[in-house]
């Protein structure tokens, strides 16, 4: 079971998130061809590998090709100027309410893009928290809080490219360490901000967050985008994992000056037992359970489809009585703890349920192996399964069935054939 742990010292920001990741030791170019499918040119990004306090780590920088050069997906060069100015901040980027690409155009952008279901869900929720803590600060409805060409690219980049990153990553849970942010006044557009920020103490509004303030650091450590992410990607608070191996370390820099070393760290751990032992024992899963009593079918089945492309372990529907004496069904999700969030904002998004009940749960696990069978009626894929000396295989549906209207075969018949064949090769191996 893989475990992220994230110590935000010096505070987080996106491109300090991204930074941390990639030092992890990510592929920055497999990285940014996962990114691409966002299908948004005109920007360029690059690691600097470097040293702060005697520290290797990595700083990463979003640059925009051309300011002026029109990007083809609608984030285009701003043609006038706003009312408010560009301002220096943790990750360089700016956003006002005037100009820009709302959310409605940044939602869309993400939706019509190439990114997996994960990505796009958890993307669009985090945008929507921030856009929602910017306009209860200014007083606005949220489509009218507005990224402009600077910041919507970095923005977009820095929570599509976090979420990225914890995809390739295949980490099944986040924890946090304390939150500190810094002290003071900073410049903003509009002029000076209390840090923390206006929109991080909105997002810190109600959630059980361990925020901490540094007296020694006069200026800003935690970003709005910095926070919402943290929020929306951490399983839960607390001390370093104990009795877990430590897999590796990154250090993603931040780009404001604080007089002490400006970094995030990000600790890669997994469970003592060895990978095999691992798999064949057990790891710990969410069950999240909702009741549905107001759902066709088509829809139930419409949403089953969705939480099986986000990457959830398995979806079934079971018959219910519930109150008034409704006929219902009860949705049950089977997922790794990584996805819990995700799940939820799908859930809530796109059906009726207004409350979702979740448990953590231990599963035992067959070790499995896979093996590919060429027999004369084609390829069949053989699962083997094994556990403290018990041994069971079963052969892909998919790979029988098909062959089986292939060559008009009953799929008794065609499982017939193929274990005399599998039986025929293992004697002549002998
Ligand atoms: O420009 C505006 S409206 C603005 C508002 C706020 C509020 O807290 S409200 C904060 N900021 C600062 O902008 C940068 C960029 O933040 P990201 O989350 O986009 O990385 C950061 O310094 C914020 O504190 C700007
Ligand atoms: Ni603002």
């Known amino acids: 079971m893989k475990t992220l742990y994230l110590d935000p010292f010096s505070g987080v920001a996106g491109d300090m998130l991204v930074g941390a990741l990639l030092d992890l030791g990510l592929d920055f170019e497999q990285w940014q061809v996962q990114l691409q499918r966002l299908n948004i040119t005109g920007y360029h990004l690059s690691i600097e590998k470097t040293k702060v306090s005697a520290i290797n780590g990595t700083k990463f920088h979003v640059q925009l090709v051309d300011h002026k050069q029109k990007i083809d997906t609608g984030l285009t060069a701003l043609e006038q100027t706003s009312t408010v100015d560009a301002h220096a901040n943790q990750s360089v980027k700016h956003h006002h309410h005037h100009h820009g690409r709302n959310l409605e155009m940044i939602t869309s952008i993400i939706e019509t893009s190439g990114l ?5 869900e958890s993307a669009i929720a985090v945008f929507q928290e921030i856009a929602q803590a910017e306009a209860q600060v200014h007083g606005l409805a949220m489509n009218e809080i507005h990224f402009h060409e600077v910041g919507a690219v970095d923005s977009i980049v820095d929570i599509v490219g976090t979420l990225i990153a914890i995809e390739m990553l295949e980490v099944d849970q986040i924890v946090c360490g ?18 923390p920020v206006p929109a991080v103490m909105i997002l810190r509004q109600g959630a059980d967050l361990p925020m901490r303030q540094r007296a020694d650091v006069k200026t ?5 985008t910095g926070l919402a992410l943290l929020k929306f990607l951490v399983n ?12 590796g370390v990154g250090y993603g ?30 790891d710990a899963v969410l069950e999240l359970h909702t ?7 088509e829809a139930i089945g419409a949403i089953t489809n969705h939480l099986m492309n986000l990457g959830v372990y398995d979806v079934f529907c079971t018959p219910i009585f519930m109150k008034k004496n409704r006929p219902a069904y009860e949705l049950t999700v089977i997922l790794p703890a990584r996805l819990q969030n995700s799940v939820i904002e799908l859930l809530f998004r796109k059906t009726s349920t207004v409350g979702v009940r979740w448990q953590n749960m231990q599963r035992a696990m067959m070790e499995r192996s896979f093996e590919q069978i060429e027999t004369t009626l084609g390829l069949v894929q053989v699962k083997n399964f094994t556990y403290h000396g018990i041994e069971k295989f079963s052969f ?31 004697y002549r191996e002998l």
Not at 181 to 189: E, H, M, N, R, S
Not at 254 to 281: C, W
């Open 116 to 120: 997996s279901t994960y990505v796009k």
């Open 178 to 195: 304390e939150i500190y942010d810094g002290t003071g006044l900073i410049q903003v557009a509009h002029g000076m901000m209390p840090v």
């Open 220 to 224: 800003e450590l935690v970003t709005p």
């Open 236 to 247: 839960e608070f607390g001390p370093q994992p104990q009795d877990m191996i430590l897999l």
């Open 253 to 282: 820099f931040g780009s404001r000056e604080t007089g002490a070393l400006n970094a995030l760290r990000i600790s890669l751990f997994d469970s003592k037992m060895s990978k095999k032992i691992q798999q064949r024992q057990s």
């Open 291 to 297: 009741n549905l009593d107001d759902e066709t079918g």
């Open 396 to 426: 892909e549906f998919d790979d029988i069935n098909q062959i089986a209207e292939k060559h008009h075969l009953t799929l008794t018949k065609v499982k017939q054939i193929v274990m005399q064949q599998i039986k025929q090769d293992k």
